[in-house]
């Protein structure tokens, strides 16, 4: 077969880069590459664990206690002091910046508003600011920094902010007037409505949501998420079905697809979804996070602080509990990876992905031991590689995960 070098090649440039997943804390968090150097001479647990694999011990039923088996705690495997994405860069939301268009002009409402009309935008000021000063007593300091690090390079943020300038009107205010959020919604008086909101006030939302989503993503990016998001915006009819809402290329470059439902039915829904859609987003592709974690409340106080008018977004349930079938750390996440590209950062097995249960959120795991093809792989592999000097089972690993996908990529 002349093709199979070929085929070989171009397979293994196609393929999904393995995704690293870092288990043990609530949420998991995606790695590019496996923890180094270590080894099983410091971990009595991990050589157990390894030398059952590999039959060098029995394997022994043990009684099942819950509290061994719950999160391992990995603070010190963590590194926090050591990883270049822990030197978090403190950057409150910054107000947008407003053009000088129609906010600074001497505009008239289209009716003059009644008193009552005006005591009542009064009393809706307030009570955005009070719940805004809450929201800011309420959130712990440390949500309050936000890792900015990964963020695109300055030139492709403003490209992006390039694509904003129509929205950026959208976040001006002036006192007579809605701001262009508040304005979507039904009840608001049209007279004080945000000029820029009137078009979708006048049209059914069934017929301009999908046009309102798009400048509503605009508005959001430039005032919470730094310019920074590249995010399609796609349509579903079901959104029970898990569907993949990210994706990793084969450098390791993380992106999100923001999944809206179609069946939303009016601005209020869309807001919320929208937005927290993009809280999600932005933790997944700026700060690794495969669920409603630290740095999803993170953005979701980025949002509050930046656009106060905004609604508070909860935290919402993980669909997956993610395993690692040899050490058993776990997290949750929302992200279906696939098991077959899904790797422990810390012992570099294969990591199981289940549905999320209720039931299961406390309880914990024990090490899987089905023999997949891929653990057979290791089994009959792994020792050959002592004869090499010094080598960790990190190093070990990292070997083996490039040679067992190569056999999958062309088998025999
Ligand atoms: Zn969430
Ligand atoms: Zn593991």
Same mark, same amino acid.
């Given at each position: ?71 391992? /705690?990995?603070? /010190? ?77 300055? /030139? ?13 009107? $959208?976040? /001006? ?59 399609? @915006? ?29 069946? @939303? ?5 869309? @807001? ?74 810390? $012992? ?42 010094? @080598? ?21």
């Amino acid at each position: 077969m002349e093709s199979g070098f070929d085929k070989e090649k171009s397979s293994l440039k196609d393929r999904p880069p393995l995704v690293y997943l870092e288990l043990g804390n609530q949420v998991a968090t995606v790695r590019n590459e496996p923890l180094d150097n270590i080894s099983l001479e410091d971990d009595a647990e991990l050589k157990s664990n390894v030398q059952k694999l590999l039959g060098l011990i029995a394997t022994r039923r043990r009684l099942y206690t819950p509290e061994e088996y719950c999160a391992p /705690e990995l603070e /010190e495997l963590t590194s926090k002091d050591t990883h270049p994405l822990n030197n978090s860069t403190f950057s409150p939301a910054q107000p947008a910046i407003l053009s000088s268009t129609w906010s600074s002009l001497n505009l008239a409402n289209p009716h003059p508003p009644t008193l009552v009309e005006r005591r009542a935008k009064e009393r809706n000021d307030i009570l955005v600011e009070t719940d805004a000063n809450i929201a800011e007593m309420e959130t712990p300091d440390f949500l309050k920094k936000i890792d900015l690090s990964e963020l695109p390079s300055r /030139e492709e943020m403003a490209s992006i902010c390039g694509r904003h300038k129509s929205s950026i009107a $959208c976040l /001006e205010r002036h006192p007579n007037f809605y701001r262009f959020v508040e304005s979507l919604h039904p009840t608001t008086p049209i007279n004080m409505c945000h000029p820029l909101a009137l078009t979708y006030r006048e049209r059914s939302f069934k017929s301009c949501k999908e046009e309102l989503a798009k400048t509503l993503f605009n508005i959001f990016n430039h005032a919470i998420f730094q310019c920074g998001l590249h995010a399609p @915006i796609v349509w579903k009819s079901s959104l029970r079905k898990s569907c993949e809402r990210v994706a990793i290329d084969a450098s390791g470059q993380r992106s999100a697809y923001i999944l809206l439902w179609k069946k @939303i039915s009016q601005p209020g829904m869309l @807001i919320k979804m929208l937005l927290h859609e993009m809280c999600h987003a932005a933790a997944f592709v700026f700060n690794r996070e495969t669920g409603h974690g630290d740095h999803c409340r993170r953005w979701v106080y980025q949002a509050k602080r930046a656009m106060p008018e905004l609604p508070t977004i909860a935290d919402c349930d993980p669909h997956f509990k993610y395993t690692c079938t040899l050490c058993a750390r776990w997290s949750y996440g929302r992200i279906d990876f696939g098991t077959a590209t899904t790797r422990c950062h810390y $012992c570099q097995f294969e990591v199981i992905t289940k549905p999320f249960q209720k039931a299961d959120k406390h309880t914990g795991t024990r090490p899987d031991r089905t023999l997949t093809p891929f653990k057979a792989f290791i089994r009959d592999s792994y020792l050959k590689l002592d004869g090499m000097e010094n @080598i960790t089972h990190s190093a070990k690993m990292r070997l083996l995960n490039e040679e067992f996908l190569k056999i999958r990529v062309s088998p025999g």
